[in-house]
């Protein structure tokens, strides 16, 4: 970290399943620039508190300015999609994402590129969609238990992911988003100090391809 002036003990890395973002009700749009890989594309880096609250819009006056992450643009298109509608080039996601959690995280990132290098840097180093192939959970429209998910992840990337799901347009229950632990110099991955919460995911869970 840059400073000691930091208001959170840890940052969530959420990765989201594009197919999962689309396969609902509300169904989705792809970015201007076409339809993202099918991978594990960034949600967002999230400072957190150990008692699992959380800062958020720290700081007004600092908007997304999309020329401070100009050398970032080809990684953010392709790792950090948005497919949210109306279709759009991703700068909508990505200054949520700055104001909302980013101007809360600089004592650890420095500034807005920093943010954005971050959360791309960690991606990097979590082979998710490998890893759960080699655990036999392939993005095929089939039904995975919950520890066959956690169990592929941890087994492949040495952390073990808390999973989020959604409901298809059918209402089954489907794997959505991986949460990852950051330590809060933004680093390294650490064991989760706290569950993100939110609504069960059963144990069967669908996979869509996307
Ligand atoms: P939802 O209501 O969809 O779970 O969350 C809405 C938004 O609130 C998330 O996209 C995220 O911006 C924020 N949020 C939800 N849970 C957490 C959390 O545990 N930590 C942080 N930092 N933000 C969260
Ligand atoms: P959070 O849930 O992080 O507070 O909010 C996510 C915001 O970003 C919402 O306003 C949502 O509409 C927008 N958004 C744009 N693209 C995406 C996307 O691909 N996935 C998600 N989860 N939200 C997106
Ligand atoms: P335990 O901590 O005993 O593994 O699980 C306690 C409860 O939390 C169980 O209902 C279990 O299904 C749920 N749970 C554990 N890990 C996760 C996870 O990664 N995602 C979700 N949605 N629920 C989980």
Redesign the pocket.
Known sequence: GRSSAQDYDFFFL?L?W?GS?CDTKQS?CYPRSGKPAADF?I??L?PNRDDGSYPQNCDPDSEFDPSKVSDLMGSLRSEW????CPSND?T??WA??WE??GTCAVSAVGDEHGYFAAAIRLRSQLPVLAALRDGGVRPDGGYYTLSQIKGAVSRGVGFEPFVECNRDESGNSQLY?LYFCVDAAGEKFVECPVSPGGRPCGNRIEFPAF
């Open positions: 959420v989201q594009p973002y989705c594309g949600h967002g999230w999609p948005t497919l949210a991703g909508r996601f949520h994402e909302k959690h988003q």
